[in-house]
T-cell receptor, first 112, second 116 residues
Framework: GQQLNQSPQSMFIQEGEDVSMNCTSS?????WLWYKQEPGEGPVLLIA?????ELTSNGRLTAQFGITRKDSFLNISASIPSDVGIYFC????????????FGKGTKLTVNP | GAVVSQHPSRVICKSGTSVKIECRSL??????MFWYRQFPKQSLMLMAT?????????EQGVEKDKFLINHASLTLSTLTVTSAHPEDSSFYIC????????????FGSGTQLSVL
């Protein structure tokens, strides 16, 4: 089946630093989404991408849909302690009522 | 505001009992909902697709008699873990597709099930 390779698995950074994480796949996706999950909570949608090459920002977050449609990255600028959590990428292939494939997550720790 | 409401947030039960988890769509009618399962430090694994007014569609390896799904109305889907065992202990999360083409998923807050 389809798989997403998300890296890095974990990151330990200082407050104020920029962060970059990415997802790659051997399969083509029509949508890429990035979620953040905090302990004991469901994932929260951060950014949704719909077109190859699309670059979208949400505050300090920026994500891009790769030209080949097989990859995506998420950048967080000027990290703050509340950025701590697990970030998941997800790829979708169906036109509607989306069944998503999730990456294994990147655990982010921000030291004040 | 919240799109999805999931209850309960935490359940502790004895082995052999059944547990029901509810997922409600708060502001629109959902013909489809998804149920995911997440083990500690793992990603989300799709268990089944809940379809309003018809049978749920289960992913390979998920026992439909073990995980009963009912989607009787356009705002409510329930997942019942029947005769729960310790290996069923996990974080269960429902989600709703939204967006113009239903391409985004919005998740409930999850239910942590612990079976003793």
């Amino acid at each position: 089946g389809q798989q997403l390779n998300q890296s890095p698995q974990s990151m330990f950074i200082q407050e104020g630093e920029d962060v970059s994480m990415n997802c790659t796949s051997s399969s083509i996706f029509n949508t890429w989404l990035w979620y953040k999950q905090e302990p004991g909570e469901g994932p929260v949608l951060l950014i949704a991408l719909y077109k190859a090459g699309e670059l979208t920002s949400n505050g300090r977050l920026t994500a891009q849909f790769g030209i080949t449609r097989k990859d995506s990255f998420l950048n967080i600028s000027a990290s703050i302690p509340s950025d701590v959590g697990i970030y998941f990428c997800a790829g979708g292939t169906q036109g509607g009522s989306e069944k998503l494939v999730f990456g294994k997550g990147t655990k982010l720790t921000v030291n004040p | 505001g919240a799109v999805v409401s999931q209850h309960p947030s935490r359940v502790i039960c004895k082995s052999g009992t059944s547990v029901k988890i509810e997922c409600r769509s708060l502001d629109f009618q959902a013909t489809t909902m998804f149920w995911y399962r997440q083990f500690p430090k793992q990603s989300l694994m799709l268990m089944a697709t809940s379809n309003e007014g018809s049978k749920a569609t289960y992913e390979q390896g998920v026992e439909k008699d073990k995980f009963l799904i009912n989607h009787a109305s356009l705002t409510l889907s329930t997942l019942t873990v029947t005769s729960a065992h310790p290996e069923d202990s996990s974080f269960y999360i429902c989600s709703l597709p939204r967006g113009g083409g239903s391409e985004k998923l919005f998740f409930g807050s999850g239910t942590q099930l612990s079976v003793l």
